[in-house]
């Protein structure tokens, strides 16, 4: 028979397990550590370091204050928590993960990540980094994914059309796709051209997937312009082979619906920026009614009626198309003479592109009174523009237009006709019976009852039809959604960024951490919210960024100010020298924030 004093010390053993597990205190050991890692400290510039930052001893620990880190692009990965019980003694550690994008080439030295608990502080060792540049393109064959940019014409004129590209070559499978092609807004104006195109190329014997999206810019502005490195961030997805090749099923089992083994990899591949000389218009053949337009346009004009009645309408279609900044062709002063009273309408633009290029039509309409009756016509109208290919100023003009207006010389009477007496008719009140219908007609008020079924049987017939459809419904909702948590990583992201945050509040609010650490844990939790949201890597950005960000996703504009000025809150707090605050109360507003993001 068992000890009743060994039974005694091993419930005790287990209970205080228990609570150490469920009521975590403060720390478990005066051994503390920091420390931080990296996976790599030699790369290139297109790829990225994971930086983890790995705090034991500790249950709940501060967030760690991360060095200055200008020469990288800095995001949060997320945060692990595990607890290990070796040989009756229980271990804990917090790892932070951080994703670091290198900006440039050279050695780098991360610096000592720094916490600060309960008076004490801990810091840990530096990294030295060095960033190399990529393999060159010439052997491209070895290289399985790899971009290109190219512009059409590097010297063009002021409002001429260019076009930049943009092209990814790979040969293996990738997902999460996030191009970023800036320009400078102050020398350009942009116009999109379409989807991105999709198809195969062959790159010195080896076939590629390419993926090819183009903008069309207009440069606004005369001189010397840059249009900075384009940046495209993606995970490359390497499907792991089983050894299936005798197995007849083998094909069928390899379907990623089952779940093939696969390893990802982020990738960052950001290409050169180029440089652009904007020249002005030449002043040799410029016209007077010139008014900034190049391209190649051809236009046309035509009225609803050639023949009307004196003080009647008809409507002036003029149709500019073609390619080129069309978008600001206008007619401010149409001149007819004095033979009308115009009335113009809103202009309308139809954008459509042209192989590569942008273009369409405006359609200007304008309403014609005429004045005079006789025979009228509507001269020609003139549009004058550039043209860059051929290196000079042409003017387009539209056919004459004869008008036939007749004068008004009869004078419409208004005859007004009574109507005629109709002789009454005799209306005969003898009904015959010509036939009778097969079917007995009912003819007492008797015959007519409410016939219903059973209110039990009905319940029992409705429910017996319904469930299974419920059921079903629910089933398969369900399934999709499990599948759609397993298989699409951005949508699973969305799903648990409220729990995840609430979670993380509950902890902080529990918390005794010191003001400012209090304040950068909040904002680190808002902004890690936004990034599973709106599925952005990382949680490194500025609310400005966040701003941005919810407007491209078309929240409201209440809902943004308030992320926003929470977030300068907290930096405002945790940057001050003196900062009181009700913690609680941020918590409250904090948790507020996210229900009203959830709606």
């Given amino acids: 028979m068992q000890n009743p004093k060994i039974k005694l010390q091993s419930w005790l053993t287990a209970i205080v397990i228990l609570i150490c597990i469920f009521f975590p205190i403060q720390s478990f050991s005066s ?16 790829d990225s370091i994971e930086l983890s930052i790995n705090i034991s001893g500790i249950r709940n620990p501060p967030i760690p204050k991360l060095p ?20 009756s003694n229980m271990q ?88 970023s092609m800036p320009y400078d807004e102050s020398f350009f104006r942009k116009e999109d051209l379409g989807k991105a195109k999709h198809y195969s190329m062959v790159v010195n014997g080896v076939t590629y997937d390419v993926d090819e999206i183009s903008i069309a810019l207009f440069p606004t502005k005369i001189g010397e312009s840059t249009i900075p490195p384009s940046m495209m961030e993606l995970d490359l997805i390497n499907r792991i082979q089983s050894n299936r090749q005798r197995d007849p099923f083998a094909r069928f089992f390899n379907d990623p619906f089952f779940g093939r083994a696969t390893q990802s990899k982020h990738k960052i591949l950001s290409t050169k920026s180029i440089k652009l000389k904007t020249k002005p218009l030449p002043k040799k053949g410029n016209l007077k009614d010139f008014k900034n337009i ?34 600001d062709v206008l007619f401010t002063n149409l001149n007819l003479g004095d033979q009308f009273k115009i009335y113009p309408d ?96 009912h ?73 400012k650490d209090f304040v950068r844990n909040l904002s680190q939790i808002i902004r890690e919210y936004i990034g599973d949201k709106l599925n952005i890597q990382g949680a490194a950005f500025t609310a400005k960024e966040v701003e941005e960000n919810l407007n491209k996703n078309t929240y409201a504009q209440d809902k943004i100010s308030s992320v926003k000025n929470l977030l300068e809150k907290c930096e405002s707090m945790q940057y001050s020298p003196v900062a009181p605050m009700n913690e609680h109360g941020l918590i409250d507003e904090t948790t507020e924030l996210l229900v009203k993001l959830e709606k």
């Fill in 443 to 515: 003819s007492r008020m008797g015959d007519f009852k409410s016939v219903t079924f059973d209110k039990s049987r009905r319940i029992i017939y409705m429910f017996g039809t319904i469930f299974p459809i419920v059921i079903y419904l629910i089933a398969a909702g369900y399934i999709r959604y499990k599948h759609q948590m397993n298989e699409d990583i951005s949508y699973s992201r969305r799903q648990e960024a409220f729990g995840k945050a609430k979670d993380k509040l509950n902890h902080l609010s529990g918390s005794t951490l010191e003001s």
């Fill in 92 to 179: 804990v550690s917090t790892t932070h993960k951080y994703l670091l994008i290198p900006k440039g080439e050279g050695n780098f030295t991360i610096d000592s990540v720094v916490m600060n608990l309960s008076g004490s502080t801990y810091q840990s060792e530096p990294i030295k980094i060095t960033i190399i540049k990529p393999n060159s393109i010439k052997s491209a064959e070895n290289r399985s994914v790899y971009t290109e940019t190219s512009i059409s014409k590097s010297n063009p004129y002021i409002n001429e059309q260019i076009v930049y590209t943009f092209k990814l070559f790979r040969k293996i499978e990738a997902r999460n796709l996030n191009l």
């Fill in 294 to 327: 190049v391209g190649q346009l051809s236009i046309a004009a035509t009225v609803g009626k050639k023949n009307l009645d004196e003080g009647n309408t008809t409507t002036l279609t003029v149709i500019v198309s073609g390619i080129g900044n069309i978008m």
């Fill in 346 to 441: 809103q202009p309308l633009f139809q954008k459509s592109i042209h192989g590569n290029q942008v273009g369409g039509e405006k359609i200007f309409k304008f309403a014609l009174v005429p004045l005079l009756p006789g025979k009228q016509f509507i001269p020609s109208i003139k549009l004058s523009y550039f043209d860059p290919d051929k290196n000079k100023y042409n003017t387009i003009s539209t056919n004459p237009i004869n008008i036939k207006i007749k004068s008004r010389t009869n004078i419409e009477e208004l005859n007004l006709v009574q109507p005629k007496k109709v002789a009454s008719q005799k209306i005969d009140s003898s009904i015959s019976i010509l036939a009778r219908d097969i079917l007995p007609i």
């Fill in 68 to 87: 200055p880190l200008p020469k990288f692009i800095v995001r949060s990965t997320g945060t692990q928590s595990s607890t290990q019980i070796i040989n």
């Fill in 31 to 46: 051994d503390i550590q920091l420390t931080t890692s990296v996976d790599k400290n030699i790369l290139t510039i297109e």
